[in-house]
Each structure stands twice: as C-alpha cells, then as structure tokens.
T-cell receptor
Framework: DAGITQSPRHKVTETGTPVTLRCHQT?????MYWYRQDPGHGLRLIHY???????DKGEVSDGYSVSRSKTEDFLLTLESATSSQTSVYFC?????????????FGDGTRLSIL | GDSVTQMEGPVTLSEEAFLTINCTYT??????LFWYVQYPGEGLQLLLK?????DKGSNKGFEATYRKETTSFHLEKGSVQVSDSAVYFC???????????FGKGTKLTVNP
C-alpha cells in the first residue's frame, strides 16, 4: 500500500472553529490532492499541490485553504468551519500527472461540524 | 467540461451472479479511464485502467473495455463474491491535466 497517513481519522467540532487536517506521505510523490466525499456527489476535488509551495484550486475550494511546506505533508485548513463542510475528506498522492501514475488514496478523515 | 456518468445504485446481487456497472463519459480528446473500488471504512483503490480505445483493463476477475464509439467503460465480473461488496467509482484522466474526474459511485452489495 502507498504510504499515506491522514490525521485525525475522526473529528467532531463546532461551527466557527478552525480545523486542520493533515496528510503525510512517505513515497516522495510530487502531487498531492484533497477531496471531499458526500452522498450523491462522489468525490470532488478541493485543492491540489504539484510541489512544495505550489498549490491550485479544485472545483469546491471555497472555505478551504491548503499549505505544503515540505514534500511529505499537505495540510487542509477550514478557517471557520460550517455545517456544510461535514464530510469525509480524502488525501491522494501521485508521482506525476500522467495516467501512468494513478492516484493512491489515504483512508480518509470523517469530519462532523455541529 | 469533462464528466463521468455511472448507473444509479445501489445494486444488490446474489453470490455468483453476473455484474455489470455502466459508465459513460464526456470528454474532448482521448482520456484514460479508470475504475476505483472503495471498501467500507477505507479509501479508494485502483481496480483497473485503460489508456486507449479498445484496451481492456482487468484485475481480480473484473474487466472493462474502453469503447470510444459509445464513450463507455462498463465494469463486468462473471461471478461476484460477498467480498466484492463495495462502492465502485468510474473516473477519467485527460492528458495534460493534473486532475481525475469521478463519477458519483455505485454501491454494490453481494448477499450469500
């Protein structure tokens, strides 16, 4: 299995609080991604990174920010959590952007915002 | 933009039944196509892929053929097992893009 660790695995917090999710990889892959998974929507891309300090927005980036200060860590921050951000969040990694290097996924973080 | 449409679920089958999960796509050019599987409580795992027209991807008894003329990549298995119960996602990757485009997923339950 690809070496991807997401933390925490579960979190319950209140509306308006800041939340940071961490994705750590041991594969030295260049690309890292954050998705959210919701019933009826499948997986939707929030942000991705193509290198240290290089990030870009996905289709549902509003209300989220990311940082990548070193190759192995990609952080997703909800500055002020809202109930609509209750979801399961997945991190994925890939060696490059071609189809020859498919994305590998972590086990997810279940986030509940009350 | 590019999109993937999967058959609505959930799908419930008896063990040893034949499985088909339909997937069609809309894309410019010639994307690569993937099936991912998600077991309960886990992340997605790549099941199989095909990178050009008429390619057949296969793994663990599952197969899918890239049909350019019908823009389809249907997933099939001849005899499902209880352990195949999972959510299956069809996805495409467009050359030159960093992103995967996913379908909404199809939940499969196989009963003994």
């Amino acid at each position: 299995d690809a070496g991807i660790t997401q933390s925490p695995r579960h979190k319950v917090t209140e509306t308006g609080t800041p939340v940071t999710l961490r994705c750590h990889q041991t594969e030295n892959h260049r690309y890292m991604y954050w998705y959210r998974q919701d019933p009826g929507h499948g997986l939707r891309l929030i942000h991705y990174s193509y290198g240290v300090k290089d990030t870009d927005k996905g289709e549902v980036s509003d209300g989220y920010s990311v940082s990548r200060s070193k190759t192995e860590d990609f952080l997703l921050t909800l500055e002020s959590a809202t109930s609509s951000q209750t979801s399961v969040y997945f991190c994925a990694i890939s060696g490059d952007s071609s189809s020859n290097q498919p994305q590998h996924f972590g086990d997810g973080t279940r986030l509940s915002i009350l | 933009g590019d999109s993937v449409t999967q058959m609505e679920g959930p799908v419930t089958l008896s063990e040893e039944a034949f499985l088909t999960i339909n997937c069609t796509y809309t894309a410019t050019g010639y994307p690569s196509l993937f099936w991912y599987v998600q077991y309960p409580g886990e992340g997605l795992q790549l099941l199989l892929k095909a990178t050009k027209a008429d390619d057949k991807g296969s793994n663990k008894g599952f197969e899918a053929t890239y049909r350019k003329e019908t823009t389809s990549f249907h997933l099939e298995k001849g005899s499902v097992q209880v352990s195949d119960s999972a959510v299956y996602f069809c996805a495409l990757h467009q050359g030159g893009s960093e992103k995967l485009v996913f379908g909404k997923g199809t939940k499969l339950t196989v009963n003994p």
